[in-house]
């Protein structure tokens, strides 16, 4: 359950936690419908709805709580963070506990190619660097957590065309890169 009296508590204002409480009841169904298409669990969504909300509230000065196109789009967008957030930290768990049948032995594999695919895998993490944050975004929301691109369109509040024009320049930028790293070994 979403704690609206801790989350108020943190506001220093009577203002700005009224502000936070008639914007949390206005958009409370809209994040937990984001948080949905993300998530499975329904204690998953909550916690991804509730950082959500505490992100927000420390930044509630700045929000217009009547525009709701713009604020629709930035809850949006925070949720989706959020959700990426208790993914990752799911993922993280999970890693931890694999059985060591699912672990393939390195024994198994010649040394060369560990070595190789250890390389492959600095190279490609270098040049992921090199992508803007909006760039990483975009192939992460697409690649990784398999969102449409007309999905990730609305959660960034663009138009479709620009995050397919995104994606696709920052794909060509890391063949780019890989190719200008392979050049050089």
Known sequence: MIILSAILETIPSESSKEKFERFYYKYKKYAL????????????????????????SK???AIDVDDSSKTRGYLRVTVC??????????????SVQLDEERVPDEASYNPEDILVCRELDSKLANAIDELSKQEYM????????????????????????????????????IAKILKELSEDA
């Open 33 to 56: 419908k984001v948080a949905n298409a993300y998530l499975d669990d329904a204690q998953d969504i909550e916690d991804a709805v509730q950082d959500a909300f505490f992100k927000i």
């Open 81 to 94: 963070n959020c959700c990426i957030d208790v993914i990752k930290s799911k993922r993280s768990l999970d």
């Open 59 to 61: 930044h509630i000065d």
């Open 138 to 173: 975009i192939l992460y929301y697409n690649l990784v957590m398999q969102l449409s691109l007309a999905d990730i369109a609305r959660a960034l509040s663009q138009s479709h065309n620009t995050v397919k024009s995104i994606k696709r320049r920052s794909i060509a930028k």
